[in-house]
């Protein structure tokens, strides 16, 4: 089994900064894609920042040049660099990796509360 914990929530002033933080554990071969998602209250959950293996990246348009996606593939962890926060930000993020054992499945952190205030 694999785990995936979030770690770096909490509550900043818009204009501040957090880091998020996910590490996994667990029967790993390796890990393909990892991501940000992001789920505030009453909206769909949408993806804020993806990473490849090899360190390609993509970014919804909202957080681009705000936000930076980046992983320690020896650690199994993805990283969420986030500053020039906004309360429209705040949402439940929940991070995802793509690990391969014998198949690649699909796995989901519990999620970390990120508050913006104005």
């Known amino acids: 089994q694999v785990q995936l914990v979030e770690s770096g929530g909490g509550l900043v002033q818009a204009g501040g900064s957090l880091r998020l933080s996910c590490a996994a554990s667990?029967?790993?071969?390796?890990?393909?894609?990892m991501a940000w998602y992001r789920q505030a209250p009453g909206k769909q959950r949408e993806l804020v920042a993806a990473?490849?293996?090899?360190?390609?990246?993509n970014y919804a348009d909202s957080v681009t040049g705000r936000f930076t996606i980046s992983r320690d593939n020896a650690k199994n962890t993805v990283y969420l660099q986030m500053t020039s926060l906004k309360p429209e930000d705040t949402a439940v993020y929940y991070c995802?990796?793509?690990?391969?054992?014998?198949?690649?499945?699909?796995?989901w952190g519990q999620g970390t509360q990120v508050t913006v205030s104005s």
């Open positions: 667990g029967t790993i071969f390796s890990i393909a894609d």
């Open positions: 990473i490849a293996r090899g360190g390609g990246t």
């Open positions: 995802n990796a793509d690990v391969y054992l014998l198949t690649r499945t699909r796995y």
